[in-house]
């Protein structure tokens, strides 16, 4: 991996940070408004890394078009459960905030590897084709949403046997890459 390559990756490993921590905001609509900002920052900071040209205006209906090709019908279930589950004192209110912030890291990372892609293969924003870049970012998304329930899957099954010896084992999650593909 070039230096330039790790420093892409670097920048959407840190915005997809910043997307858990803004999914946490246990305000609806503002939760979604600070991770349209977060993706907004990580998109300039990737076109600045790339030298390429860089709009406001572009970059806000570009993750707009993006985010509702991925997740459509994903975003619709989880606001409605999302909405459901904030009305629940405390436990509900967790709960919506901790998949919300799952639901925005996973996101942005795919938004990030999308554009980390388009730009390294010498894109520019106004060569971004967005119907092929929705398209992308839904495969990747789907993809991203297989990996964690495989995860997840075998985290309970360790955990169920580090329960029964009385230890507790953590894994890192995140280890499983997503290839994104050239916008």
């Keep these: 991996m070039t230096d330039s390559q790790m420093a892409a990756k670097n920048i959407v490993s840190k915005y997809t940070l910043y997307a858990a921590g803004a999914g946490l905001v246990p305000i ?15 998109i300039q900071d990737i076109t600045k890394h790339y030298g390429a040209d860089f709009s406001e205006e572009w970059g806000k209906s570009t993750i707009a078009a993006l985010l509702a ?15 459901v589950l904030r009305v629940i004192p405390i436990v509900g209110q967790a709960v919506a905030s901790v ?15 999308v554009f980390v892609a388009h730009f390294a293969a010498g894109g520019t924003m106004l060569s971004f084709d967005v119907e092929q870049a929705k398209k992308s970012a839904a495969e990747q998304y789907a993809k991203g949403k297989g990996v964690v329930s495989r995860q997840i899957d075998k985290g309970k099954s360790m955990f169920s046997k580090s329960e029964a010896e009385g230890v507790v084992v953590a894994e890192d999650v995140m280890s499983a890459e997503m290839v994104a593909t050239p916008a």
């Design 99 to 113: 998949s919300m912030s799952v639901f925005g890291s996973a996101a942005t990372n795919v938004v990030g590897r």
């Design 28 to 42: 609806p609509m503002l939760d979604l408004a600070a991770l349209a900002a977060v993706n907004l920052a990580m």
């Design 69 to 83: 090709g991925m997740t459509a019908t994903s975003l619709a279930k989880s606001a409605g459960a999302v909405s």
